[in-house]
């Protein structure tokens, strides 16, 4: 009887320590999701690389996380297609000195992420200081490759 305790015991422990090497090597358990496959988690991190892009002034990384039909709604009533909002971030007529977002909600509906934010920025566009203090939506696809769709920012002064 003991022995087939210690049997049992064994065959136990030696199961852990696979599954613990699994762990190791992968960093999950088969079939349970990473925390950046969570479709929050992704569009949080979408909307991190589109900051992070825009304040760098990187306009391949930006261009990168952008739909083909990528749309931004100006906080004066118009509309920049995504080839002119390219155009605006390479031009060295628009100097970026800080932007940060908080209060950032996320709502997710399928394969669709919508995220509202504040966002808070300062610079300057052909020599004219600008200040902005916005609430803005993102939106987000989800789908095999995650891109931004839209964004429409309305002043808050």
Same mark, same amino acid.
């Given at each position: 009887? =003991?022995?087939?305790?210690?049997?049992?015991? &064994? *065959?136990?422990?030696?199961?852990?320590?696979?599954?613990?090497?699994?762990?190791?090597?992968?960093?999950?358990?088969?079939? *349970?999701?990473?925390?950046? $496959?969570?479709? !929050?988690?992704?569009?949080?991190?979408?909307? $991190?690389?589109? @900051? !992070?892009?825009?304040?760098?002034?990187?306009?391949?990384?930006?261009?990168?996380?952008?739909?083909?039909?990528?749309?931004?709604?100006?906080?004066?009533?118009?509309?920049? $297609?995504?080839?002119?909002?390219?155009?605006?971030?390479? &031009?060295?007529?628009?100097?970026?000195?800080?932007?940060?977002? @908080?209060?950032?909600?996320?709502?997710?509906?399928?394969?669709?992420?919508?995220?509202?934010?504040?966002?808070?920025?300062?610079?300057?566009?052909?020599?004219?200081?600008?200040? @902005?203090?916005?609430?803005?939506? =993102?939106?987000?696809?989800?789908?095999?490759?995650? !891109?931004?769709?839209? !964004?429409?920012?309305?002043?808050?002064?």
């Amino acid at each position: 009887m =003991v022995g087939r305790r210690i049997v049992l015991i &064994s *065959v136990a422990l030696l199961a852990l320590r696979c599954v613990g090497a699994d762990i190791v090597a992968t960093g999950v358990i088969a079939g *349970v999701k990473r925390p950046d $496959e969570y479709p !929050e988690t992704k569009a949080r991190v979408v909307l $991190e690389k589109y @900051d !992070e892009a825009w304040l760098s002034k990187n306009v391949k990384a930006f261009d990168a996380l952008l739909s083909p039909s990528y749309l931004y709604f100006t906080s004066t009533g118009g509309v920049m $297609e995504r080839k002119a909002m390219l155009a605006m971030l390479a &031009s060295p007529d628009y100097k970026i000195d800080s932007g940060s977002r @908080d209060d950032v909600r996320v709502m997710v509906t399928d394969s669709t992420a919508i995220l509202s934010t504040l966002w808070r920025g300062k610079g300057t566009f052909q020599g004219k200081p600008f200040t @902005d203090d916005q609430r803005c939506s =993102v939106v987000i696809s989800l789908g095999s490759k995650a !891109e931004v769709l839209s !964004e429409h920012c309305t002043n808050l002064q």
